[in-house]
């Protein structure tokens, strides 16, 4: 199961996730982080992943699309710092290739 709250804050939109993100729930998180994305104007996106306790293959890819979008991932403890290390080195390796070919 996978919760999902959204805090409006005066310049910052931040998306908790609590649960798994797994299997149909990363649908769920899909459908509302498009719907967010449409909508935020100008604030800073920020999907709160401390409290997910697990992560399948196809929410690390959802992840991955919400950071290369421009939302920063918070989260905490060795498995989840290790996950959003890696999905930001991605994606600093692919603005980086992306600037190379400029």
């Known amino acids: 199961m996978l919760r999902i ?3 409006n804050e005066p310049a910052i939109i931040r998306v908790k996730l609590e649960g798994k993100l ?16 449409e909508t935020n104007g100008d604030k800073e ?6 409290n997910v306790s697990f992560i399948d ?3 690390h890819r959802l992840l991955s699309e919400i950071r290369h979008a421009g939302a ?3 989260g905490s ?4 710092s290790a996950l959003i ?5 991605a994606e600093s390796a692919c603005s980086h290739d ?5």
């Open 45 to 50: 996106l920020v999907v709160d992943l401390l």
């Open 57 to 59: 293959e196809a929410g």
């Open 72 to 74: 920063e991932l918070l």
């Open 77 to 80: 403890g060795p498995l989840m």
């Open 22 to 37: 797994a299997h149909e729930w990363v649908e769920e998180a899909r459908s509302a982080w498009t719907a967010l994305a």
């Open 5 to 7: 709250s959204v805090m």
């Open 85 to 89: 290390e890696e999905i930001e080195e």
């Open 98 to 102: 992306a600037s190379d070919h400029d």
